[in-house]
């Protein structure tokens, strides 16, 4: 299938709501695979995929807030957690390996000096 074939398949899905489909969208936009990038369509996208209840989507769009990048404004810590913590729940292994990681040596779990116990506190 051709890259420009894909991204129609893609945003035929998508508009359906198919969780998926935005997704994919999403890559092939910020990409620019099939279309010129286009971060703010990737964004909106790759929001629609984690209101939908993707855990890959949750989690991309938590390491954009993270980070601030992708489209981003501004990096949002509360917005990351909200969105990792979503992506662990929904079943995302790399999510949960965080959170894993973060308990059992949160010297490691540091990121821009920010600990990430304070979203996956040490279960007792």
Same mark, same amino acid.
């Given at each position: 299938?051709?890259?420009?074939? #894909?991204?129609?398949?893609?945003?035929?899905?998508?508009?359906?709501?198919?969780a998926?489909?935005?997704?994919?969208?999403?890559?092939?936009? +910020?990409r620019g695979?099939?279309?010129?990038? *286009?971060?703010?369509?990737?964004?909106?996208?790759l929001?629609?995929a984690? *209101?939908?209840?993707?855990?890959?989507?949750?989690?991309?769009?938590?390491?954009?807030? &993270?980070?601030?990048?992708?489209?981003?404004?501004?990096?949002?810590? #509360?917005?990351? #957690?909200? &969105? &990792?913590?979503a992506?662990? +729940?929904?079943? *995302?292994?790399?999510?949960r390996?965080?959170?894993?990681? +973060?308990?059992?040596?949160?010297?490691?779990?540091?990121?821009?000096?920010?600990?990430?116990?304070?979203?996956?506190?040490?279960?007792?």
């Amino acid at each position: 299938m051709a890259d420009a074939d #894909a991204l129609r398949t893609y945003e035929e899905h998508a508009a359906k709501g198919d969780a998926r489909g935005a997704y994919n969208l999403s890559v092939c936009l +910020a990409r620019g695979v099939g279309t010129a990038p *286009d971060r703010t369509r990737a964004l909106r996208y790759l929001r629609a995929a984690a *209101d939908g209840g993707l855990p890959e989507a949750m989690a991309q769009l938590a390491y954009l807030y &993270w980070t601030g990048r992708g489209g981003i404004e501004r990096r949002d810590e #509360a917005e990351a #957690a909200k &969105w &990792w913590r979503a992506a662990a +729940a929904a079943g *995302d292994a790399a999510d949960r390996r965080i959170a894993a990681s +973060a308990r059992a040596a949160p010297e490691t779990a540091r990121s821009s000096g920010q600990s990430i116990l304070r979203w996956f506190p040490p279960q007792v």
